[in-house]
């Protein structure tokens, strides 16, 4: 009598823990769009987003270089107050984030003109974006937006874009240190 209740308690706690994990389980593919960015970046298989830039700028460039001041001006104005980052915007539609030395960390883009390096832009469909740059992608939402992202491990950067109503509405390129 005594070995039959240890055995019931034994698969009684065994089926508990099967229907635990299948559940955990269940939820994380269920809820996955909701994670946020690095959890996504850990699971999603790599991309080449290498030669991606905004008019020929490149995320970790320097942005107090003579170069940029050349092109777009001094900007001593943030456009935003974030800790940790300082946001510039460079013209109508290109916004950067620079770090505490000065490097570009982040891109955003809200100019329709201005096209990632395969070709997609503002108002361009998730087809397009999967189209361009393949199926190695993640799905999340936050603010109210789909967010189709790729993730390049070996240059520790990712490009995200945001869609309202099936288009692209704003872009990001983004180093890793981003949160």
């Given amino acids: ?29 269920l809820f996955n769009h909701t994670f946020s960015r690095s959890y996504h970046h850990i699971f999603t298989k790599t991309s080449d987003l290498s030669k991606e830039n905004i ?60 096209e990632t390096i395969k070709g997609i832009k503002i108002g361009d469909k998730k087809e397009d974006v999967i189209q361009a740059y393949g199926e190695n992608c993640y799905f999340r939402s936050e603010q109210g937006a789909d967010i189709i992202g790729y993730v390049d491990k070996k240059s520790d950067t990712s490009i995200e874009f945001w869609l309202f109503d099936g288009k692209i509405v704003i872009y990001k390129l983004d180093n890793k240190s981003m949160k």
């Fill in 55 to 114: 008019e020929g700028l490149f995320l970790n460039d320097d942005f107090y270089s003579e170069d940029i001041t050349k092109r777009y001006g001094e900007k001593t104005e943030r456009s935003r107050n974030v800790t940790n980052y300082d946001y510039f915007e460079l013209k109508k539609g290109i916004e950067i984030a620079v770090n505490e030395t000065g490097n570009i960390t982040r891109f955003i883009i809200t100019n329709s003109s201005l």
């Fill in 1 to 29: 009598m005594k070995n039959s209740k240890k055995v019931f308690y034994m698969r009684r706690n065994i089926i508990i823990f099967i229907i635990f994990v299948v559940v955990l389980l269940l939820s994380v593919f």
